[in-house]
């Protein structure tokens, strides 16, 4: 039973126009939540986090936005550059993190 | 500073063989998590230690799988017997809290 749930397995977003990735989850103890982005051939690396006192944190063109009544997390990356091709999880958990099944995000030049 | 470093990257082996992946967390990360990485499946929580004891092992899908911590520098990962479905990405990550995880670069297992 997946907990964390990415249901885009793929997104192309023009260069320049904000990119949306979505995360839904289903266990209401969760409370950290972060993005990860990750590169062929390379380990995932670490975005953005939001703990589940805050509904939106932002770094950068990274906001965070997270809606704990619908459980449901947000990742807006604007403007969307053609580095940040990749495939991105969502996790969530507390001493443990729980990841979604990764969306594949395509900036096309 | 170094990351977290596994080994090996790439490992070939045929059914039935017995296969050991190995990784060294960061100096001073409490915390050990190893994660395998499938298609159908993302990124799956197999085990992971505090302070070399093994917490939580409900993710590692059955008896063919074991893991070890023998001190904080060292962590294994050992299939036996492997089996083609073993196939996939194995990934350690370490943390000094229950915050953001450190990933290492992964390793790619491929059972024939």
């Known amino acids: 039973d997946q907990q964390v749930k990415q249901n885009s397995p793929s997104l192309s977003v023009q260069e320049g126009r904000i990119s949306i990735l979505n995360c839904d989850y289903t266990?209401?103890?969760?409370?950290?939540f972060l993005w990860y982005k990750k590169y062929p051939a390379e380990g995932p690396t670490f975005l953005i986090s939001?703990?589940?006192?805050?509904d939106k944190n932002e770094d950068g063109r990274f906001t965070v936005f997270l809606n704990k009544s619908a459980k449901h997390l947000s990742l807006h990356i604007v403007p969307s550059q053609p580095g940040d091709s990749a495939v991105y999880f969502c996790?969530?958990?507390?001493?443990?993190?729980?990841f979604g099944t990764g969306t594949r995000l395509t900036i096309i030049p | 500073d170094a990351g977290v470093i596994q080994s090996p990257r790439h490992e070939v082996t045929e059914m039935g063989q017995e296969v050991t992946l190995r990784c060294k967390p960061i100096?001073?990360?409490?915390?050990l998590f190893w994660y395998r990485q499938t298609m159908m499946r993302g990124l799956e929580l197999l085990i992971y230690?505090?302070?070399?004891?093994?917490?939580?092992d409900s993710g590692m899908p059955e008896d063919r799988f074991s893991a070890k911590m023998p001190n904080a520098s060292f962590s294994t990962l050992k299939i036996q017997p492997s089996e083609p479905r073993d196939s996939a990405v194995y990934f350690c990550?370490?943390?000094?809290?229950?915050?953001?995880?450190?990933f290492g670069e992964g390793s790619r297992l491929t059972v024939l």
């Open positions: 990550a370490s943390t000094p809290n229950t915050g953001e995880l450190f």
């Open positions: 266990n209401s103890m969760f409370d950290y």
């Open positions: 939001i703990s589940s006192i805050k």
């Open positions: 996790a969530a958990g507390n001493e443990k993190l729980t």
């Open positions: 100096s001073g990360h409490d915390y």
């Open positions: 230690f505090n302070n070399n004891v093994p917490i939580d």
